[in-house]
């Protein structure tokens, strides 16, 4: 799938879930803790929106076998760990359900003796809001047309998108969503003027929208102007941390300058906060074998196929799954020498 397409289908199915985290460095998962022989570890750290740690959270851990279910407690750091788990190929759900706090529920894989570590950010109930309605009712002649442009855009016809767009801000004039959705039809149409206009109104709309700033991270992507994407995506991540489209896309341009542990924490916000994209997942896995973290990028590898089997990337991953194994035996041969 094109990095356009991906994006498009990010914005389209846009939608207020799993909107938050905090812009904390995350540390890469430690392959240097040992399990013991046939048995994996689940870890991690709990942490709130702004970096700080989540200590006394109760954190749940259901075996999807046999339904087994075990609880531990964050200590003051906010980490927690489940030991002996048994491997082989074993599905587990990490769950933490934090009064006033999203419930959060992430699906971890034992694959092989290798820890698994899983970062969770403690996500407000009170996050959410539409900026599209800015306390107005949109008409529902404008919502129609806002519908048509969506259906053909998902179509690949932009042309044809822009033109219920512009019916439907023609309607409603404080539609914030259209005008950056017909933004996103200029662009495709590589009409970049026109776009930049349509991202300025939404912005009159929403002075500190951080979805716009994204566009215009994507705006200057289609430009070929780089550096001037890279700072649209981290000024739409400072207004907003939790915004995880602007941590996904600046995630993919560190990466595709090979910049893999810049990525690392931009990837890891999109990974936790939007796990249902297999985008997301592609993009993690890359940049933990830049990063050389095998064992992790393996976990990452059977997290992809368990969620997309029949994905158009799983029969490549399928073909390296064996030979990424036999690396990571290898690698422990040499270090137990």
Known sequence: MSRLAVFCILFFSLVPLLRAQSDMTVPVPDESIT????????????????????????????????????????????????????????????????????????????????PVSLFITLIPMNVYGSASLRGRKIPKQAQAEYAKGVAAMDKGNSKQAALHFVKAVGICPYYFDSYLKLAAADTNQHRFAEAQKMINRALRLSKRSSLAYAYYGYLRMEEGKLGQAKGEFSHAIRLNPSDWLAQLELGRVLLSEKQAKAAFPHLVVAHQLHPQLASVHLLYYDDLILLNKKSAALAELNDFLARFPNAPEAARLRRVRAPLEASIRSSRRQSSR
Do not use: H, W
């Not at 399990?35 to 851990?61: F, I």
């Not at 259901?62 to 599905?91: H, M, Q």
């Open 35 to 114: 399990a013991n022989p046939g048995t994996s570890t689940v870890q991690g750290e709990v942490r709130y929106r702004n970096g700080q740690p989540a200590p006394s959270v109760v954190v749940t851990l259901v075996s999807e076998r046999d339904g087994r279910i075990r609880r531990t407690v964050t200590g003051p750091a906010g980490n927690y760990s489940f030991l002996n788990l048994r491997t082989g190929d074993y599905r587990y759900d990490v769950e933490v359900d934090e009064k006033g706090y999203m419930p959060v529920r992430e699906l971890v894989i034992s694959c092989d003796m290798a």
